[in-house]
Protein backbone atom coordinates (compact mmCIF):
# COMPACT_ATOMS: atom_id res chain seq x y z
CA UNK A 1 0.00 0.00 0.00
CA UNK A 2 1.12 3.74 -0.37
CA UNK A 3 2.23 4.95 3.07
CA UNK A 4 3.30 8.21 3.44
CA UNK A 5 5.93 10.11 6.28
CA UNK A 6 7.10 6.84 7.74
CA UNK A 7 9.17 7.30 10.73
CA UNK A 8 10.96 4.79 12.93
CA UNK A 9 11.46 4.63 16.93
CA UNK A 10 13.62 7.45 18.00
CA UNK A 11 14.58 5.60 21.25
CA UNK A 12 14.57 2.07 19.62
CA UNK A 13 17.73 0.53 19.94
CA UNK A 14 17.35 -3.18 19.74
CA UNK A 15 20.13 -5.05 18.49
CA UNK A 16 17.97 -8.35 17.64
CA UNK A 17 15.18 -6.78 15.84
CA UNK A 18 14.91 -4.72 13.12
CA UNK A 19 12.84 -1.20 13.36
CA UNK A 20 9.23 -2.13 13.26
CA UNK A 21 7.49 -0.59 10.65
CA UNK A 22 5.24 2.71 11.54
CA UNK A 23 3.43 5.09 9.59
CA UNK A 24 0.80 8.26 9.28
CA UNK A 25 -0.98 9.64 6.10
CA UNK A 26 -0.42 13.71 5.25
CA UNK A 27 -3.56 14.78 7.48
CA UNK A 28 -5.15 16.01 4.77
CA UNK A 29 -5.68 12.51 3.53
CA UNK A 30 -7.95 12.20 6.41
CA UNK A 31 -10.89 14.08 6.35
CA UNK A 32 -10.82 12.99 2.30
CA UNK A 33 -13.14 10.18 3.43
CA UNK A 34 -15.48 9.00 6.45
CA UNK A 35 -14.25 5.69 5.99
CA UNK A 36 -10.31 5.68 6.16
CA UNK A 37 -9.01 3.90 2.95
CA UNK A 38 -6.46 1.05 4.41
CA UNK A 39 -3.77 2.77 2.20
CA UNK A 40 -4.33 5.40 4.21
CA UNK A 41 -4.76 3.70 7.42
CA UNK A 42 -2.15 4.81 10.07
CA UNK A 43 0.15 1.44 10.85
CA UNK A 44 1.32 0.58 14.50
CA UNK A 45 3.75 -2.08 15.04
CA UNK A 46 6.07 -3.13 17.65
CA UNK A 47 7.97 -6.22 16.23
CA UNK A 48 8.49 -7.42 12.30
CA UNK A 49 4.90 -7.87 10.57
CA UNK A 50 4.36 -11.84 10.32
CA UNK A 51 3.61 -13.81 7.71
CA UNK A 52 -0.06 -16.54 8.12
CA UNK A 53 0.48 -18.24 4.53
CA UNK A 54 -1.65 -21.31 5.42
CA UNK A 55 -5.52 -20.06 6.46
CA UNK A 56 -6.54 -23.85 6.99
CA UNK A 57 -3.67 -24.39 9.50
CA UNK A 58 -4.32 -20.79 11.41
CA UNK A 59 -6.03 -21.33 14.53
CA UNK A 60 -6.74 -19.43 17.94
CA UNK A 61 -6.43 -21.46 21.05
CA UNK A 62 -9.36 -20.47 23.82
CA UNK A 63 -7.52 -21.44 27.31
CA UNK A 64 -6.77 -20.35 30.80
CA UNK A 65 -9.71 -20.09 33.56
CA UNK A 66 -12.33 -22.29 31.71
CA UNK A 67 -13.25 -25.98 31.80
CA UNK A 68 -13.36 -26.80 28.29
CA UNK A 69 -10.30 -24.98 26.45
CA UNK A 70 -10.56 -25.46 22.42
CA UNK A 71 -9.11 -24.30 19.12
CA UNK A 72 -10.76 -22.37 16.51
CA UNK A 73 -9.90 -22.33 12.55
CA UNK A 74 -11.30 -19.71 10.79
CA UNK A 75 -13.90 -21.91 9.32
CA UNK A 76 -15.46 -21.96 12.69
CA UNK A 77 -15.11 -18.24 13.22
CA UNK A 78 -16.54 -17.77 9.51
CA UNK A 79 -19.53 -19.79 10.51
CA UNK A 80 -20.64 -17.33 13.64
CA UNK A 81 -22.82 -14.57 12.58
CA UNK A 82 -20.96 -11.76 11.04
CA UNK A 83 -20.70 -7.89 12.48
CA UNK A 84 -19.69 -5.15 10.68
CA UNK A 85 -18.88 -2.06 13.11
CA UNK A 86 -17.91 1.11 11.80
CA UNK A 87 -15.17 1.90 14.49
CA UNK A 88 -12.56 4.61 14.71
CA UNK A 89 -8.99 2.85 15.81
CA UNK A 90 -6.70 5.68 17.66
CA UNK A 91 -3.30 5.01 18.75
CA UNK A 92 -2.11 6.57 22.24
CA UNK A 93 0.34 8.29 21.00
CA UNK A 94 -1.56 10.43 18.36
CA UNK A 95 -0.38 14.23 18.24
CA UNK A 96 3.16 13.17 20.09
CA UNK A 97 5.01 14.83 18.44
CA UNK A 98 3.21 18.21 19.69
CA UNK A 99 3.69 17.14 22.93
CA UNK A 100 7.23 16.00 22.87
CA UNK A 101 7.77 19.88 21.23
CA UNK A 102 6.96 21.35 24.75
CA UNK A 103 8.93 19.00 26.71
CA UNK A 104 10.82 16.02 25.66
CA UNK A 105 8.74 12.61 25.73
CA UNK A 106 9.99 8.98 24.44
CA UNK A 107 7.73 7.18 21.56
CA UNK A 108 6.97 7.47 17.80
CA UNK A 109 7.18 10.78 17.00
CA UNK A 110 3.17 10.92 15.60
CA UNK A 111 1.32 14.02 13.74
CA UNK A 112 -2.14 14.01 14.01
CA UNK A 113 -2.73 10.84 11.77
CA UNK A 114 -2.35 7.88 14.18
CA UNK A 115 -6.00 7.44 13.89
CA UNK A 116 -8.57 6.14 11.17
CA UNK A 117 -11.91 5.18 10.86
CA UNK A 118 -12.67 1.80 9.30
CA UNK A 119 -15.88 -1.01 8.52
CA UNK A 120 -14.47 -3.63 10.40
CA UNK A 121 -16.09 -7.07 9.56
CA UNK A 122 -15.92 -10.36 11.71
CA UNK A 123 -17.35 -12.50 15.06
CA UNK A 124 -18.13 -10.66 17.91
CA UNK A 125 -15.89 -11.74 20.92
CA UNK A 126 -18.98 -12.45 23.33
CA UNK A 127 -20.23 -14.80 20.76
CA UNK A 128 -16.64 -16.84 20.67
CA UNK A 129 -17.03 -16.65 24.03
CA UNK A 130 -19.96 -18.61 24.45
CA UNK A 131 -18.24 -21.55 22.30
CA UNK A 132 -16.07 -22.29 25.78
CA UNK A 133 -19.23 -21.90 27.98
CA UNK A 134 -18.84 -18.19 28.80
CA UNK A 135 -22.70 -16.53 28.54
CA UNK A 136 -23.23 -12.91 27.47
CA UNK A 137 -22.72 -10.37 30.80
CA UNK A 138 -20.43 -12.73 32.83
CA UNK A 139 -17.78 -10.64 34.83
CA UNK A 140 -16.53 -13.95 36.29
CA UNK A 141 -16.12 -17.43 35.10
CA UNK A 142 -16.66 -20.16 37.88
CA UNK A 143 -13.00 -20.67 38.38
CA UNK A 144 -11.86 -16.82 38.60
CA UNK A 145 -11.32 -15.74 35.15
CA UNK A 146 -12.03 -11.63 34.94
CA UNK A 147 -10.34 -10.28 32.00
CA UNK A 148 -9.37 -11.95 28.43
CA UNK A 149 -6.09 -11.71 27.23
CA UNK A 150 -5.09 -11.75 23.27
CA UNK A 151 -1.88 -12.91 22.55
CA UNK A 152 -0.33 -12.74 18.57
CA UNK A 153 2.13 -14.17 17.26
CA UNK A 154 4.56 -10.82 16.62
CA UNK A 155 7.23 -11.41 18.52
CA UNK A 156 8.58 -7.53 20.18
CA UNK A 157 11.49 -6.79 21.66
CA UNK A 158 9.34 -4.77 24.63
CA UNK A 159 8.47 -8.22 24.94
CA UNK A 160 12.02 -9.66 25.39
CA UNK A 161 11.38 -11.72 22.12
CA UNK A 162 7.65 -12.57 23.06
CA UNK A 163 4.55 -11.62 21.43
CA UNK A 164 2.55 -8.44 21.56
CA UNK A 165 -0.18 -9.14 24.24
CA UNK A 166 -3.33 -7.28 26.15
CA UNK A 167 -6.29 -7.66 28.04
CA UNK A 168 -9.44 -6.21 28.56
CA UNK A 169 -12.51 -6.74 31.06
CA UNK A 170 -14.72 -10.14 30.89
CA UNK A 171 -17.40 -8.11 30.98
CA UNK A 172 -17.15 -5.97 28.62
CA UNK A 173 -15.43 -9.12 26.28
CA UNK A 174 -19.17 -10.67 26.99
CA UNK A 175 -21.04 -7.73 26.76
CA UNK A 176 -22.17 -7.84 22.44
CA UNK A 177 -23.12 -4.37 22.95
CA UNK A 178 -19.65 -3.17 23.46
CA UNK A 179 -19.19 -4.85 19.95
CA UNK A 180 -15.78 -6.26 20.68
CA UNK A 181 -14.66 -7.91 17.33
CA UNK A 182 -12.46 -10.56 16.18
CA UNK A 183 -12.11 -9.04 12.83
CA UNK A 184 -11.53 -10.77 9.60
CA UNK A 185 -12.26 -7.57 6.92
CA UNK A 186 -11.49 -4.46 6.69
CA UNK A 187 -13.42 -2.02 4.70
CA UNK A 188 -15.44 -5.04 3.33
CA UNK A 189 -11.62 -6.81 2.31
CA UNK A 190 -9.95 -9.69 4.23
CA UNK A 191 -7.31 -8.02 6.44
CA UNK A 192 -4.32 -7.20 4.92
CA UNK A 193 -0.83 -8.30 6.25
CA UNK A 194 -0.46 -4.61 8.32
CA UNK A 195 -3.10 -4.73 9.83
CA UNK A 196 -3.58 -8.24 11.49
CA UNK A 197 -4.05 -11.24 8.68
CA UNK A 198 -5.86 -13.25 8.95
CA UNK A 199 -7.79 -12.22 12.47
CA UNK A 200 -7.37 -9.43 14.94
CA UNK A 201 -8.72 -8.03 17.28
CA UNK A 202 -11.05 -4.37 17.53
CA UNK A 203 -12.14 -2.93 21.00
CA UNK A 204 -14.08 0.33 20.16
CA UNK A 205 -13.71 3.22 22.30
CA UNK A 206 -10.25 2.22 23.86
CA UNK A 207 -6.64 3.09 22.70
CA UNK A 208 -5.36 0.99 19.79
CA UNK A 209 -2.69 -1.01 21.43
CA UNK A 210 -5.41 -3.24 22.84
CA UNK A 211 -6.77 -4.52 19.55
CA UNK A 212 -4.43 -6.94 19.03
CA UNK A 213 -3.39 -7.88 15.58
CA UNK A 214 -2.78 -11.39 14.20
CA UNK A 215 -4.39 -13.16 17.22
CA UNK A 216 -2.94 -16.47 18.21
CA UNK A 217 -4.82 -16.90 21.24
CA UNK A 218 -6.81 -15.73 23.96
CA UNK A 219 -6.94 -16.54 27.80
CA UNK A 220 -8.67 -16.17 30.32
CA UNK A 221 -7.16 -14.66 33.33
CA UNK A 222 -7.72 -13.70 37.03
CA UNK A 223 -5.19 -10.63 36.73
CA UNK A 224 -5.35 -8.31 34.04
CA UNK A 225 -2.32 -8.56 30.96
CA UNK A 226 0.99 -8.38 33.04
CA UNK A 227 2.35 -7.69 29.40
CA UNK A 228 4.87 -4.40 28.94
CA UNK A 229 2.09 -2.69 27.23
CA UNK A 230 -0.37 -2.89 29.50
CA UNK A 231 1.56 -2.69 32.66
CA UNK A 232 4.99 -0.86 31.62
CA UNK A 233 3.66 1.51 28.81
CA UNK A 234 0.16 3.07 27.63
CA UNK A 235 -0.59 4.98 31.25
CA UNK A 236 -1.08 8.06 31.41
CA UNK A 237 1.05 9.73 34.40
CA UNK A 238 0.95 13.11 36.27
CA UNK A 239 3.62 15.32 34.44
CA UNK A 240 5.81 15.15 37.86
CA UNK A 241 6.43 11.68 37.06
CA UNK A 242 9.52 11.14 35.26
CA UNK A 243 11.94 8.68 34.14
CA UNK A 244 13.99 8.45 37.69
CA UNK A 245 10.70 8.37 39.95
CA UNK A 246 8.06 6.17 38.07
CA UNK A 247 6.29 3.65 39.53
CA UNK A 248 4.56 1.78 37.29
CA UNK A 249 2.26 -0.28 39.49
CA UNK A 250 0.51 2.93 40.62
CA UNK A 251 -1.59 3.77 37.66
CA UNK A 252 -3.91 1.36 35.42
CA UNK A 253 -3.45 0.97 31.95
CA UNK A 254 -5.10 3.11 30.06
CA UNK A 255 -8.33 1.87 28.27
CA UNK A 256 -10.47 4.32 26.50
CA UNK A 257 -9.14 7.42 25.36
CA UNK A 258 -10.67 10.88 25.62
CA UNK A 259 -11.88 12.91 23.49
CA UNK A 260 -9.78 14.42 21.01
CA UNK A 261 -9.97 16.93 17.45
CA UNK A 262 -7.88 18.21 14.82
CA UNK A 263 -7.60 20.44 11.89
CA UNK A 264 -6.19 18.31 8.92
CA UNK A 265 -7.38 21.12 6.31
CA UNK A 266 -4.12 23.32 7.12
CA UNK A 267 -0.76 22.06 8.19
CA UNK A 268 1.53 24.61 9.89
CA UNK A 269 2.46 27.14 8.65
CA UNK A 270 -0.21 27.52 6.15
CA UNK A 271 -0.05 30.56 3.67
CA UNK A 272 -3.32 31.71 3.00
CA UNK A 273 -5.15 34.34 1.28
CA UNK A 274 -7.16 36.79 3.28
CA UNK A 275 -11.01 36.06 3.31
CA UNK A 276 -12.80 32.94 3.74
CA UNK A 277 -10.79 29.80 4.92
CA UNK A 278 -12.50 26.04 4.96
CA UNK A 279 -11.58 24.62 8.41
CA UNK A 280 -11.90 20.74 8.62
CA UNK A 281 -10.85 17.72 10.69
CA UNK A 282 -12.05 14.72 12.85
CA UNK A 283 -13.29 14.26 16.23
CA UNK A 284 -13.65 11.21 17.93
CA UNK A 285 -14.53 10.38 21.76
CA UNK A 286 -13.60 6.67 23.18
CA UNK A 287 -16.12 4.46 25.21
CA UNK A 288 -19.09 5.25 22.49
CA UNK A 289 -19.65 8.53 23.27
CA UNK A 290 -20.57 10.59 20.46
CA UNK A 291 -19.50 14.14 19.39
CA UNK A 292 -21.65 16.91 20.80
CA UNK A 293 -19.78 19.90 19.83
CA UNK A 294 -16.66 21.04 17.93
CA UNK A 295 -15.70 24.69 18.43
CA UNK A 296 -13.31 26.78 16.08
CA UNK A 297 -11.85 29.77 17.07
CA UNK A 298 -9.54 32.31 14.62
CA UNK A 299 -8.11 34.21 17.20
CA UNK A 300 -6.42 32.05 19.22
CA UNK A 301 -9.91 31.00 21.17
CA UNK A 302 -11.09 34.37 22.60
CA UNK A 303 -14.21 34.31 20.00
CA UNK A 304 -15.71 30.62 19.00
CA UNK A 305 -18.01 29.51 16.00
CA UNK A 306 -19.63 26.14 15.71
CA UNK A 307 -18.52 23.59 13.00
CA UNK A 308 -20.50 21.11 11.35
CA UNK A 309 -20.34 17.81 12.16
CA UNK A 310 -21.16 14.55 9.64
CA UNK A 311 -20.51 11.35 9.51
CA UNK A 312 -22.37 10.13 6.18
CA UNK A 313 -22.60 12.86 3.62
CA UNK A 314 -25.87 14.67 3.13
CA UNK A 315 -26.82 13.13 7.14
CA UNK A 316 -26.61 16.04 9.53
CA UNK A 317 -24.66 13.39 13.05
CA UNK A 318 -26.94 13.96 15.97
CA UNK A 319 -24.89 12.37 18.83
CA UNK A 320 -25.51 9.29 20.49
CA UNK A 321 -28.52 9.20 18.01
CA UNK A 322 -29.34 5.18 16.46
CA UNK A 323 -28.74 6.36 13.00
CA UNK A 324 -24.75 7.39 14.13
CA UNK A 325 -21.93 5.30 14.27
CA UNK A 326 -21.14 4.99 18.07
CA UNK A 327 -17.56 3.98 17.91
CA UNK A 328 -16.73 6.53 14.44
CA UNK A 329 -15.29 9.68 14.44
CA UNK A 330 -17.17 12.70 13.04
CA UNK A 331 -16.03 14.78 10.56
CA UNK A 332 -16.91 18.55 10.69
CA UNK A 333 -16.27 21.96 8.80
CA UNK A 334 -16.77 25.35 8.77
CA UNK A 335 -15.55 28.12 6.80
CA UNK A 336 -14.36 31.18 8.80
CA UNK A 337 -12.87 34.53 7.62
CA UNK A 338 -9.33 35.57 8.24
CA UNK A 339 -8.14 38.60 7.55
CA UNK A 340 -4.42 38.73 9.36
CA UNK A 341 -1.95 35.85 10.51
CA UNK A 342 -3.19 33.94 13.29
CA UNK A 343 -3.52 30.99 14.97
CA UNK A 344 -6.70 28.70 14.30
CA UNK A 345 -7.97 26.55 17.14
CA UNK A 346 -10.52 23.84 17.43
CA UNK A 347 -11.88 21.73 20.28
CA UNK A 348 -14.24 19.27 20.64
CA UNK A 349 -17.04 18.36 23.75
CA UNK A 350 -18.16 15.04 23.66
CA UNK A 351 -21.65 13.80 24.99
CA UNK A 352 -20.81 13.32 28.50
CA UNK A 353 -19.43 17.19 27.97
CA UNK A 354 -15.97 16.24 28.59
CA UNK A 355 -13.88 18.80 26.89
CA UNK A 356 -10.05 19.12 25.67
CA UNK A 357 -7.42 20.81 27.50
CA UNK A 358 -6.28 24.51 26.57
CA UNK A 359 -2.57 23.42 26.78
CA UNK A 360 -0.63 20.56 26.55
CA UNK A 361 1.73 21.53 29.31
CA UNK A 362 -0.81 19.96 32.04
CA UNK A 363 -1.40 16.56 30.59
CA UNK A 364 2.25 16.46 29.67
CA UNK A 365 3.57 12.88 30.41
CA UNK A 366 6.39 11.42 30.48
CA UNK A 367 5.37 8.49 27.30
CA UNK A 368 3.60 11.32 25.48
CA UNK A 369 0.20 9.49 25.36
CA UNK A 370 -2.77 11.09 25.00
CA UNK A 371 -2.08 14.86 23.56
CA UNK A 372 -5.65 16.00 23.41
CA UNK A 373 -4.70 20.09 23.65
CA UNK A 374 -6.78 22.50 21.76
CA UNK A 375 -5.29 21.68 17.95
CA UNK A 376 -4.07 25.03 16.66
CA UNK A 377 -2.44 25.29 13.47
CA UNK A 378 -0.66 28.35 12.32
CA UNK A 379 -1.84 30.73 8.98
CA UNK A 380 -0.06 33.01 7.40
CA UNK A 381 -1.83 35.56 5.53
CA UNK A 382 -0.57 36.75 2.52
CA UNK A 383 -1.67 39.59 -0.14
N1 LIG B 1 -0.95 -5.96 17.78
C1 LIG B 1 0.19 -6.62 17.63
N2 LIG B 1 0.14 -7.95 17.54
N3 LIG B 1 1.38 -5.99 17.58
C2 LIG B 1 1.47 -4.61 17.67
O1 LIG B 1 2.57 -4.07 17.61
N4 LIG B 1 0.24 -2.52 18.00
C3 LIG B 1 -0.94 -1.95 18.66
C4 LIG B 1 -2.21 -2.55 18.11
N5 LIG B 1 -2.12 -3.99 18.01
C5 LIG B 1 0.28 -3.88 17.84
C6 LIG B 1 -0.94 -4.61 17.87
C7 LIG B 1 -1.03 -0.52 18.61
S1 LIG B 1 -0.11 0.36 19.72
C8 LIG B 1 -1.92 0.12 17.79
S2 LIG B 1 -2.14 1.80 17.87
C9 LIG B 1 -2.73 -0.63 16.80
O2 LIG B 1 -2.45 -2.01 16.83
C10 LIG B 1 -2.48 -0.14 15.41
O3 LIG B 1 -3.25 -0.84 14.48
P1 LIG B 1 -3.01 -0.65 12.94
O4 LIG B 1 -1.56 -0.86 12.64
O5 LIG B 1 -3.91 -1.63 12.27
O6 LIG B 1 -3.41 0.75 12.62
MO1 LIG C 1 -0.63 2.60 19.55
Given at each position: GVCYAVMQNSTDTAPIYKQPFNAEPPRSALV????????FFYKRNHGPIPV???IERYSVSISGLIDNP????MKDIWKLPKYVVTATLQCAGNRRTAMSNVKKV???GWDVSAIGNAVWGGAKLADVLELVGISKFTGTTNSGGKHVEFISIDKCKEENGGPYKASIPLSQATNPEADVLLAYDMNGEPLNRDHGYPLRVVVPGVIGARSVKWLDSINIIAEECQGFFMQKDYKMFAPSVNWDNINWSTRKPQMDFPVQCAICSLEDVAAVKPGKVKVSGYAASGGGRGIERIDVSVDGGKTWVEAFRHQKTGVPYIADDMNSDKWA????EVIVDVSRSTEIVAKAVDSAANVQPENVLEIWNLRGILNTSWHRVKVQVGH
Open positions: SSYVTPVDVDDIELFRGVWVLF
